[in-house]
């Protein structure tokens, strides 16, 4: 990967670096996507960010030690379910065993969404917790995990734009990526906008804890817009509807109006 409009010296550590193949390397028999392990990475730092600020509000932590991790499974089957029928593999010579490839990072984000938020839900208020003040908590380690994602994205290739001419256009020269010419660098647009929103959100925090579950669904419009916006850019692997929507879009979109509809309903309550 390398910037066109910088040209450093051929002995350059940093042009050797970006040159590098960073979307995955050998172990044996199997080949661990960086990405993937980025992913890993964000999810642990995310969930110590999510205990401390549990922690700090006072909710109870023992129900987050023994109930948490289920989220988590149900999130990654339902995500790995998503994965794969959108990035469905037929002729994988791990046949059925792929589905249990995580540490590759094909796990879908909507799926993900999905379980996490719909067990915990359920969870919650299976055993009497408000389920609006959890979900508040877990906004703004959220979009730290997020950000940092972006970055591995950024640097393996793994989310990548539409060709562009614009001077900050970013040429990859790895395999996961088809195109050779320089790119639009979408995650680097996501990083920038869920930084803004970080802040954004945090020095709002306080504020809106008199109304349990606003920054919770502030932040999830936000990033359902970020999300729906840069697909117009991405060029990576995704299934089209028509000639300009991806499929992404359309569950984003039914996303949006479901959070807006739930913030007028608490607007009004």
Do not use: C
Not at 59 to 77: D, K
Not at 136 to 154: K, N, R, V
Not at 170 to 191: K, M, R
Not at 198 to 205: I, S
């Amino acid at each position: 990967m390398h910037f066109p409009f910088f040209s450093p010296g051929r002995d350059s550590l940093i042009f050797v670096l970006l040159l590098m193949n960073f979307s995955k390397f050998l172990v044996g028999p199997f080949s661990l996507k960086i990405y993937g392990l980025g992913v890993a990475l964000a999810f642990f730092i995310g969930a110590f960010a999510f205990y401390r600020a549990i922690r700090s509000e006072k909710l109870s932590q023992e129900f987050f030690v023994h109930h948490f991790w289920r989220w988590v499974v149900a999130g990654l089957i339902l995500g790995r379910i998503f994965s794969l029928f959108v990035y469905l593999e037929p002729h994988s010579p791990y046949g059925w065993v792929q589905f249990f490839a995580f540490w590759e990072g094909e796990i879908h984000w909507i799926g993900v969404a999905l379980g996490f938020f719909g067990f915990a839900l359920w969870d919650l208020r299976e055993h009497k917790e408000l389920p609006a003040k959890w979900f508040d908590q877990g906004m703004l380690p959220l979009l730290a995990s997020l950000m940092l994602t972006d970055i591995f994205a950024f640097i393996t290739g793994n989310q990548y734009g539409i060709e562009t001419t614009l001077p900050w256009g970013v040429q990859y020269e790895t395999f996961g990526v088809d195109i050779l010419s320089p790119v639009h660098p979408v995650t680097l647009y996501a990083f920038i906008l869920h930084l803004w929103f970080f802040f954004f959100f945090r020095r709002r925090q306080n504020a809106w804890k008199a109304l349990p579950g606003k920054l919770f669904l502030r932040t999830m419009i936000a990033l359902m817009v970020i999300n729906f916006s840069l697909q117009f850019l991405r060029a990576d692997h995704s299934v089209l509807l028509g000639e300009f929507f991806h499929i992404e879009q359309l569950f984003v979109f039914i996303f949006i109006l479901i959070f807006l509809v739930l913030e007028h309903r608490l607007k009004r309550s």
